[in-house]
């Protein structure tokens, strides 16, 4: 009986676990406990934090304090107070990552039921890329939006964004013709390019995609393990004669912009035999260029000086910069001349989704307070735009600079015994600007110094400093431009830093010009490059090396018949024990 006794306890215990997964947390639910929202989202793909658990009521106050070593908020503890204190709702965030689109999609499919011709998956939200997004919509997996449960979105969002969605579309199973915008908004989106060190990589060189098979970087980079994303970089390499002719075309006016980026998508689209043959030759040739194949680990191998040019996505370009800003080491990030992909993340409901929360959910984070919030934790950027998202870029980008101040006033600083303004330098007076502008277009300017709080605490004086100046209206522009409430209104970003992090996330609308959206290719077409894709990393195998692996084979197989035959002649018998094969004689049997 003391032996039995622990079995049992054992077993009740196990049971009551089981018991109360399967029938406790659905009584909870059933009884009205609890509401839960099941969100799908990319790793690292959201603030996030273990301490910062902040309750809505006092961030709205600004009642509270973040972790000295934490500077994020939880967005999720947040919507769910914000349920609970505004909505009046308890409602509980079931929140799963995954890695790949791929695994997304193949997870939904796994959990999908149909009851009574209706059809369900075991997510509410998940936030896919734009080619599975569009997938997804030509194989009726998604519920359309109602637009009038997100208008945070719609009154926030960037309206080249909205234009993009717009003008995806997708022919359906059924016929139809469906458009991204009806299912889907734009979480976050970037570009594709080369994040570089210049000390050791030509500016010159990083701005064509040949910089990789260049061999006097050879061994320097890496490229990504995706055959979608590697396929955009090989085609630019492979078709850079025709690209750059057509980019020509269109710096002198003999294109218009829409009229270059349909070439230049229909270009960056092929799939046809002869495109895929040779994309696979030069990336058979690009292999044993390259340092390696990866995923995430490039952003490490960047920062730690293994490698000096990686093919990245500009969110992770920033990441890497900023890492490796923090060693004193200053990376750039170049989008070739050549060309590059553009693309995006949304949110969107899965069929048989809790449709009326999950909307509730993109409403919440399509503020700009939000966007802030997830877009510094992530590094890549928000599809929000407008007035507040501008300022925080000036924020984190602009060039601030201390002009001398007559008399005091709450919003002046003393430094040195002298009264000063801190003024972001695109909000002074042309006179101002005109002051402080040399004969060579340079400036000189007096900068401020922080302290960790960011207070003003001193000052330095360069001379000679270059500005750019980024209009980036075409973004931060939320209004239509055909719009009787549009104002016309300039978003000028001055900056001192080129190539870094400011343009990386906000690129010029130079550089989105030639920047394209990837289609949703076919099965057929997925087949076709995934193989072309395999045999690209495999490689060209000499005849050495296979003469080497058949004189390997043959030698296992020669002593594998030996042992056969000696075992069947009873000289030699196999003993397994734990974790081990032992080879005994006869002799030794017999002893």
């Known amino acids: ?133 569009l997938k997804m919509i030509r194989e009726d997996m998604l519920e359309p939006l109602d ?33 991204l915008y009806d299912y889907a908004t734009c979480y976050m989106w970037g570009t594709m390019g080369y994040v570089y060190n210049p000390e050791h990589v030509a500016e010159a060189d990083a701005n064509h995609w040949s910089l990789l098979w260049n061999d006097a970087y050879k061994g320097k980079g890496t490229i990504k393990d995706s055959v979608r994303d590697s396929y955009i970089l090989a085609i630019g390499y492979v078709y850079q004669e025709e690209l750059s002719a057509l980019k020509a075309k269109y710096d002198l006016g003999e ?15 092929r799939t046809d035999k002869e495109s895929i043959e040779r994309v696979g030759k030069v990336l058979t040739e690009l292999k044993d260029k390259i340092y390696g194949y990866e995923v995430d680990s490039g952003k490490k191998d960047m920062a730690q000086g293994k490698i000096s040019i990686n093919f990245a996505w500009s969110g992770d370009a920033v990441y890497t910069m900023d890492v490796a800003e923090e060693e004193g080491t200053y990376l750039s990030y170049a989008i070739p001349e050549e060309g590059s992909n553009i693309f995006f993340d949304g949110w969107a409901m899965p069929k048989g989704a809790n449709k009326e929360l999950a909307q509730i959910f ?75 502008l040399n004969a060579d277009g340079t400036y000189n300017l007096i900068y401020p110094v922080y302290d960790d709080e960011y207070n003003v605490i001193g000052k330095e004086e360069s001379e000679n400093v270059t500005l750019y100046q980024t209009d980036l209206s075409y973004f931060f522009n939320t209004v239509a431009t055909d719009s009787p409430d549009y104002d016309n209104k300039a978003y000028i970003l001055w900056t001192d830093q080129i190539d870094r992090q400011a343009t990386t996330q906000y690129p010029s609308e130079d550089m989105i010009a030639r920047c394209t959206v990837m289609k949703c290719f076919s099965d057929d077409e997925i087949r076709e490059l995934n193989d072309m894709w395999e045999t690209a990393k495999v490689g060209n195998v000499s005849l050495v090396t296979i003469l080497i692996v058949l004189g390997i084979i043959i030698v296992l197989i020669v002593v594998a018949i030996v042992l056969i035959k000696l075992y069947q002649k009873d000289l030699i018998k196999f003993s397994f024990g734990h974790k081990n094969l032992k080879f005994i004689s006869s002799s030794e049997d017999k002893k």
């Not at 009038?148 to 013709?177: V, W």
């Open 362 to 436: 993109i409403n919440f984070i399509s503020t700009p307070e939000s966007g802030c919030m997830n877009m510094n934790y992530i590094g890549y950027t928000s599809s929000l735009a407008g007035d507040a998202m501008f300022e925080n870029a000036v924020d984190w980008y602009g060039t601030y600079v201390l002009v001398k101040a007559d008399t005091e006033d709450e919003d002046t600083v003393l430094v040195d015994g002298e009264l000063y303004y801190e003024e972001y330098f695109g909000d002074l007076d042309q006179t101002t600007r005109q002051s402080m």
């Open 255 to 269: 294109l218009t912009r829409a009229e270059y980026n349909a070439q230049l998508t229909a270009i960056y689209n």
């Open 147 to 179: 637009r009038t449960k997100i208008t945070n979105y719609d009154q926030n969002s960037s309206e080249y964004i909205r234009d993009l969605f717009k003008n995806q579309q997708i022919s359906c199973e059924d016929g139809s013709t469906r458009s």
């Open 1 to 133: 009986m003391k032996k039995v006794l622990p079995i049992i306890v054992v077993a009740v215990m196990v049971l009551s676990i089981v018991g109360y997964c399967f029938l406790g947390s659905n009584i909870g639910k059933n009884s009205g406990d609890y509401e839960v929202l099941r969100i799908y989202n990319w790793e690292e793909y959201i603030s996030e934090s273990d301490t910062n658990k902040i309750e809505w009521n006092d961030y709205v106050s600004g009642e509270y304090t973040l972790s000295e070593d934490d500077e994020y908020i939880d967005v999720i503890y947040l919507f769910e107070s914000y349920c609970r204190q505004v909505l009046n709702r308890n409602v509980r965030v079931e929140y799963s990552t995954f890695g790949t689109n791929e695994n997304m999609y193949n997870e939904l499919n796994l959990s999908k039921k149909e009851v009574g011709g209706s059809v369900s998956y075991s997510y509410d939200l998940v936030c896919p890329s734009e080619y599975m997004l």
